[in-house]
């Protein structure tokens, strides 16, 4: 995508964070970054204009929904604009004069050590340390010193901090993706735009998402994806987040969600994009 | 539900955790307990026959669905027998010669830290320590005699502690409800049973879930949640978790099981029991 020289991209962690990764194969690698401590920081950066877009993270293909940022799509007012599939490969990095017998200590997000279970097992003596993030387990070895530890991040975390990959593809499972939303605050769809996304709540009826989903279906529109999340203040109701084929410029789409509006008691269209094949 | 006197039950925590209130509002106050390290631990002490039935949380009325626990239902041959929804009421939690006024320190979940995010900025120069779990936390500071430092957690785990609550009702929003799951492994359906959960994966054609959906609503049998899970392997395809009205026993919903195992490429009935309408 083509942006201005000055046009800044906020993402979740420190520098060398896989979503760094997802912004960089998005926009081109001469994008100026603006990391932020968490994702509401993200979504408030574009928000307040600090920086153009954001990308997050909304789905690994092991662990699922990343569900907080399902929740802040709905409290901020952004738009999707794009989305990236990015194969995730771990990697074990040391400072450089650490060689993996010496390993005592491996920092990395629960998420990455519980997927690289299986390889770390094989290591003797090593304890699994949780930490903030991927990237910052790199930056804490090398601004600590710390000659006994190692990180499990991305090949763009060793290369930015000057450390060593001691073992690359650590991934216990090679299907491991994660897929990223590129948002934005002021959003026309890309004109190749052939996904939409949405959200919507229900009465609390028989039948009601059946009938939702039937408002596709009648117009065989294709879903890629449902997901619920809990309506707070009103136990066990949810809102529902779709991910379907078109884009809201053809009358088929905009003829659904009419149709779809009649039966919904809330509904927000989040944005028309390009689907990632990849 | 009455079970054998010796009839163990597991749960995941230590003695004080909401599961361990669940199970006794469940089974009844004398219930023998077996706490868990984890709930992987819960699902194979009942598969092992350590334990007559175990007791896991499924879904948060604010935080959402308990993923692990629907991959769990997955991984291991149990049934679901019952279900119990828990209000959850979080107390602030000390020594007994601790004030108010002395705490520096809360431990707790960090669910329960965030579920109190609210009450616990009004009290000044206190830190929020992120521990393994709430009755836990109790425990901690009984075991380390800390006098400047106070947990998060039920009321059962004050008790059980010998400690002192300093606050109750701790939490920002009232309407937060625990649902959780009563499994055993050999399952007969019990008589009243009017609610069945089942899990399935679908062929990844257009359309798919709409018919999925479609041999419920086309038998008038209600749909109450909805849930999907990565299918490990095949990225970006699902597993369906459904619950809906009515028990296997009952020929309408043999009828639509039978018509969905047309459509799935894999089917696994979890069990058909009473719901908890509270």
């Not at 010496?102 to 629960?110: D, L, Q, T």
């Not at 078109?246 to 009419?258: D, K, Q, V």
Request: hydrophobic fraction near 40%; aromatic fraction near 8%.
């Amino acid at each position: 995508m083509n942006m201005g020289k000055r046009s800044k991209v906020a993402f979740q962690g420190e520098r060398g964070a896989y979503s760094e990764l997802a912004a960089r194969q998005f926009f081109g690698e001469e994008i100026p970054l603006v990391p932020c401590p968490s994702f509401e920081h993200v979504f408030r950066a574009v928000e307040k204009g600090q920086a153009r877009c954001g990308v997050v993270p909304i789905e690994n293909s092991l662990a699922g929904s990343i569900h907080q940022n399902y929740d802040l799509l709905l409290k901020y007012h952004l738009q999707i604009i794009g989305e990236k599939s990015l194969r995730v490969s771990h990697n074990l990095i040391a400072a450089p004069q650490t060689s993996l017998a010496r390993v005592r200590r491996i920092f990395s997000h629960p998420q990455a050590l519980m997927q690289c279970q299986n390889s770390t097992a094989r290591l003797k003596n090593v304890e699994l340390i949780p930490v903030y993030d991927t990237a910052g387990a790199v930056k804490k070895i090398r601004d600590e010193n710390l000659t006994d530890g190692a990180a499990i991040a991305s090949d763009l975390a060793a290369r930015l901090y000057g450390m060593k990959i001691l073992k690359r593809n650590l991934e216990d499972n090679p299907e491991n993706y994660t897929r990223f939303l590129v948002l934005s605050r002021t959003g026309k769809a890309p004109q190749k735009a052939d996904k939409t996304s949405i959200v919507f709540s229900l009465k609390n009826l028989p039948g009601a998402l059946f009938r939702s989903l039937s408002v596709f279906a009648l117009r065989d529109i294709d879903l890629y994806k449902i997901e619920s999340r809990p309506l707070h203040g009103k136990p066990w109701e949810y809102f529902f987040y779709i991910d379907f084929a078109g884009n809201m410029r053809h009358p088929n789409c905009r003829n659904a969600i009419t149709h779809l509006s009649e039966i919904a008691t809330f509904l927000k269209i989040l944005g028309s994009y390009q689907r990632d094949r990849a």
